[in-house]
């Protein structure tokens, strides 16, 4: 086999493996849920920058303004919208999942509901980085309520 042909038939190899890998993670992140309250509060975002959140504690580069109090009914139907699927639903807490279209990467959104505002947080299930998928789907339901 010739040198060109060899590496030809090693990289569509790679690209194989990598799509296959993505695969594989799209349907892990599946087995999940969102991780809830904890000490009343949203959990914490990880180290990893696919997560934004606007409880206190959250670092400057991840945290986002909560949401307006106001919209807190709205919320189910703004989700439903953007083309989220509403999984928990009580007086104060929402959650909700939203699946990729490639992959099916599944990113976890909660709503708190607090005394004076709606702590929210976005988070990927799986992966390191997001491309600012979370920051960007909170902007959305933000921009969504301002309508």
């Given at each position: 086999m010739s040198?060109?042909?060899?590496?030809?038939?090693?990289?569509i190899g790679l690209a194989a493996l990598a799509v296959g890998g993505f695969a594989a993670l799209g349907q892990y992140s599946k087995r999940g849920s969102a991780p809830g309250?904890?000490?009343g509060a949203l959990a914490p975002c990880p180290d990893s920058p696919?997560?934004?959140?606007?409880?206190a504690g959250t670092a400057p580069a991840r945290r986002t303004p909560p949401l307006p109090l106001e919209n807190w009914e709205v919320l189910p139907g703004a989700?439903?919208?953007m083309g989220g699927t509403v999984t928990r639903q009580e007086?104060?807490?929402i959650a909700a999942e939203f699946t990729s279209r490639t992959?099916?990467?599944?990113?976890d959104l909660e709503l708190r509901r607090a005394e004076d505002a709606v702590h929210v947080?976005?988070?990927s299930r799986v992966g390191h980085s997001d491309n600012g998928v979370n920051?960007?789907?909170?902007?959305?339901?933000?921009?969504?309520?301002?309508?």
């Open positions: 040198i060109i042909r060899t590496g030809t038939v090693t990289l309250r904890v000490d696919n997560c934004v959140s606007s409880e989700i439903a919208e007086a104060d807490y992959f099916g990467f599944v990113d947080r976005s988070a920051a960007a789907r909170v902007e959305d339901l933000r921009a969504r309520l301002a309508v």
